[in-house]
Each structure stands twice: as structure tokens, then as C-alpha cells.
């Protein structure tokens, strides 16, 4: 018995979260799974996250801020930047200057993009090219069932709105794969080349436009979207649009503990950030949360973490309240909302089990990103994860800590560099996910709702 006790005191093991828990938090868990799977189906782009996420912050009485707009203490505002990345954020009635509880993650996910000359025809059927967005495998995407999804942006200024393939009544798209009976060849290639990037056309009809020989199949695809959408090819060129998977968030297990679904990473930290941030009623501080796009690219662009609108906001938050922006930056913490890799026994090769994220273990901080020598990360200082962990024990929020597997095997980097590089206090926290970057992830809900109430501690304290 004194061996137990003296290993309870001194030792530091993984626990899931159902050992450790009472009734009361396991059920908030699965309640709380409902409304997230609800945001994941409506939420499949990042323009369609930043929409999502805005009405769910009107619900909470946040109101749209524009750059330059006054601020004052006990302000609830968002910003929308340009539809695709969005910043919420509640101003505490302390000093700015005592900084800013900021969480970040991102709304954009693995996909396949439409070129901006998409649509051919050949051997009778009709196709659009792709270029893949961010770090997909290839060979997961074909043969089967996916979404149209984006925007077409006219020259006259209006923009058109385009889904299909998420209500029963709507078509789905598709990539052709080899028949196994020809496919000798292709499966001894490795699966990085089994598939190429030229190969992920995307099958949208055969059905000929008999009043013209040429072209007809290309012709009556065009034919049924000016019809539809009153446009022609040329509208292709001001498109962003993409191929997502169809399918919907799904319970997985008897036990229904477990979400598969498209974008976990990272709507998974998303969510809770943000939710986390519009329930948080208790604090004095002053507290942001970012939606970032282009994640999964290198976060460049307008809407990336490494754009300076940030600093931007962070300094009208500093002129408007008589702050000093250096200062806030200085007394400012952070949390990258991101996913982690969780231990999958199939594949236990390329993971170290000891610093590996456990499903349903709990929310997961990775001090430190990057690949194998740690190379391009940030790594979080002692003394902010020993603050972490004293403010996580206040409210009994259950984490693990964990790293991307092996250190040779790879590893991977978030936005948490971007700004930390701001000088402020940053550290990855996220939910680990299984078969992460497929068209179908699994997270575990207790997970989920750890890193909502790990994110309302945070703001809080």
C-alpha cells in the first residue's frame, strides 16, 4: 500500500480520462460532442468556418469591428478578414497592458483545389484538373464520395456561393482509381506515387451536348452550371473552389465515443477555442481568438498567422485603451490551438510511446514543433508550461504531454511560431487525432471537451 501511495505521489503516468472523471464531466463530454459535430458539417472551408463561427459569436451578443472603429472595456467584437480568417475578441475590464489571453488556430484543412482552367473532356467523359492543398496522401482521395465547395467571384462583383453534394438529393463528384484487374503495375509502386497530382481529376459528367459535336460533354457541364449559376467558362478564372469529402460527422464505436470526420484538424481546436471564449464570463482579462487560414500551406497570405494584422489589432487595442503595444505583447500568453498525433498500435513504428498523445487521455501540450532536430519550431519556456499546468489543476482539467513521433520519423510544425516570434508566450495545445490529414479523422469526445475546458481555464485565470 506504501509502494502505491509513493507511486501515485511521485509518478507521472497516462490516464484516460473516463478513469478520472466523474459522470458528470464524461456527460458534458458527449453533450457538448453534438454541437461540434453540427460546426463540422457546416463548416468544411475555412470560409465557411469563419461564417459558422460568426453566427455562433452573434449568439453571444458580438458585434462586427472594422479597423479603425473605437474600443472600449467591455467591448465584444470580431473582425472578419476578407471571409476567410477571423479574430474574436472581449475586452476585459483590466490594464491592457497586463496582456492578452490569445488562443490560435486554424479553419482550413487538407483538399483538393480546382485549377483556374479546370474543365476538359476525354474519352467521353468531363473533368476538372486539380492542385492539391496542403499535405495530403494522395492515393486516400480516389474512388470516393465528394463535395463541391467555394465561391465564384464575377466581374461585376457579385459572388456566387456554390455546395453540392451534401444533401441527399444532391450529385456527388469523383476520382477514377485502376481496376485491380489492370492495376499489377500500379499497386508495386510505393503509395506516395501509386497516385499523381495529374491524376486527381475530378469526374463530372458524360452525358453529351448532342446540338454540338465538339467538346459536348465539356459543353454540357457548362451548359447545366450557366443554367444553375449564370456563369460561363471564363468565371473559372475569379473561382476559388474545391473538392471536400461528403461525408458527414459520424459517432464511431459501439460505444459511440469516438467522432470520424472531414477537418478535424483543426475545427477540433477550433471549436473549443472559440466556444471556450464566448462562455468565458469569469475573467478580467482581456481575451482573443484567431481563426487562421493557410495553415496547411506555410501560413502566408492575408489571412495567415503570419500576416501582421495581429499586430494591427493588438495595436488599436493599444491606442484605443492606453495601452503600450510592446508591452501587451510582452505580458501577453498564447496558446496554438492545434492537433496532435495520438498513438495508433497499427502503425506503432514511428511513434515513442512514452511522449506520444494517447486518444482520450486528455487535451495534449507539445512544448516544442518542428521535424527531427527541431528544426522550424517554437518551444515553449518552462517557466509559462509551469504556469499552465498550475492554472490546469485549479479547475482538475485533465492533459498529457506528448511530441509527433519518433524523432527521425518526421514531425511538423504549427502557427505557434508566428507568434511567438512577436514575443509572446506560446505553446501548442490540442486534441490528438487518429489518421490525421485523411478525408476521415477520429478524435475521441472527451478529448474535445478537454481542450474546451483547459481553454476556459485559460482565459480565466
Known amino acids: 500500500m506504501e509502494n502505491k501511495k509513493l507511486s501515485e505521489t511521485l509518478s507521472y503516468t ?66 472578419n478578414n476578407r471571409g476567410k480568417n477571423l479574430f474574436v475578441f472581449s475586452v476585459g475590464e483590466e490594464c491592457i497592458n497586463n496582456g492578452i489571453r490569445i488562443t490560435a488556430a486554424h479553419i482550413d484543412a487538407p483538399r483538393i483545389d480546382l485549377k483556374q482552367c479546370p474543365l476538359y473532356e476525354e474519352g467521353g467523359m468531363g473533368f476538372f484538373k486539380t492542385h492539391y492543398y496542403g499535405g495530403i496522401r494522395k492515393y486516400q482521395w480516389v474512388a470516393t464520395p465528394l463535395a463541391l465547395h467555394g465561391v465564384i467571384a464575377l466581374a461585376d462583383g457579385r459572388v456566387i456561393d456554390v455546395n453540392i453534394g451534401e444533401e441527399d438529393s444532391d450529385p456527388i463528384f469523383y476520382i477514377n482509381d485502376l481496376l485491380p484487374h489492370l492495376g499489377h503495375k500500379q499497386g508495386r509502386n510505393p503509395l506516395d506515387d501509386a497516385i499523381t497530382g495529374e491524376q486527381l481529376n475530378i469526374l463530372v459528367g458524360c452525358e453529351p451536348y448532342l446540338e454540338d459535336d465538339e467538346d459536348s460533354v465539356k459543353l454540357n457541364v457548362l451548359r447545366l452550371l450557366n443554367e444553375k449559376y449564370g456563369i460561363t467558362e471564363s468565371d473559372f478564372l475569379s473561382a ?30 477550433a471549436y473549443p477555442a472559440l466556444t471556450a471564449l464566448l462562455e468565458a464570463t469569469d475573467t478580467k482579462h482581456t481575451t482573443m481568438c484567431i481563426l487562421a487560414d493557410k495553415e496547411e500551406t506555410g501560413s502566408d497570405g492575408s489571412g495567415g498567422m503570419q ?107 504549427t502557427v505557434a511560431k508566428y507568434i511567438s516570434k512577436h514575443n509572446i508566450d506560446t505553446i501548442d495545445l490540442g486534441v490528438p487525432v487518429i489518421s490525421m490529414h485523411a478525408p476521415y479523422e477520429v478524435i475521441s469526445k472527451v478529448d474535445l471537451y478537454e481542450a474546451y475546458r483547459a481553454m476556459l481555464a485559460f482565459y480565466k485565470y
Request: with cysteine; aromatic share 10%; glycine share 8%.
Open 240 to 269: 476559388e473552389l474545391c473538392v471536400v469529402p461528403a461525408a458527414k460527422a459520424r459517432d464511431i464505436g459501439f460505444d459511440r465515443s469516438m467522432i470520424g470526420a472531414y477537418g478535424h484538424d483543426d475545427r477540433v481546436c
Open 307 to 413: 500576416s501582421e494584422l495581429i499586430l494591427d489589432i493588438i495595436n488599436e487595442l493599444a491606442a484605443n485603451l492606453g495601452g503600450n503595444s510592446a508591452l501587451i505583447r510582452a505580458n501577453s500568453k498564447c496558446l496554438s490551438a492545434d492537433v496532435s498525433a495520438a498513438f495508433d498500435p497499427n502503425f506503432s513504428d514511428v511513434f515513442e510511446k512514452r511522449n506520444s498523445a494517447m486518444l482520450a487521455c486528455g487535451v495534449v501540450f507539445t512544448k516544442f514543433t518542428g521535424a527531427r532536430g527541431k528544426s522550424s519550431t517554437n518551444d515553449a519556456d518552462a517557466e509559462y508550461i509551469g504556469w499552465l499546468r498550475g492554472i490546469l489543476a485549479k479547475d482538475n482539467v485533465f492533459w498529457q504531454a506528448a511530441e509527433l513521433g519518433k524523432v527521425d520519423c518526421g514531425g511538423g510544425g
Open 14 to 79: 497516462k490516464k484516460s480520462v473516463y478513469a478520472l472523471a466523474d459522470k458528470e464531466i464524461i456527460d458534458s463530454a458527449m453533450s457538448y460532442a453534438e454541437d461540434y459535430k453540427k460546426y463540422l458539417d457546416s463548416a468544411k472551408t475555412e470560409r465557411e468556418a469563419v461564417k459558422a463561427s460568426i453566427a455562433l459569436a452573434e449568439k453571444y451578443g458580438f458585434t462586427e469591428y472594422r479597423l479603425g472603429d473605437k474600443i472600449a472595456h467591455g467591448d465584444k467584437k470580431y473582425y
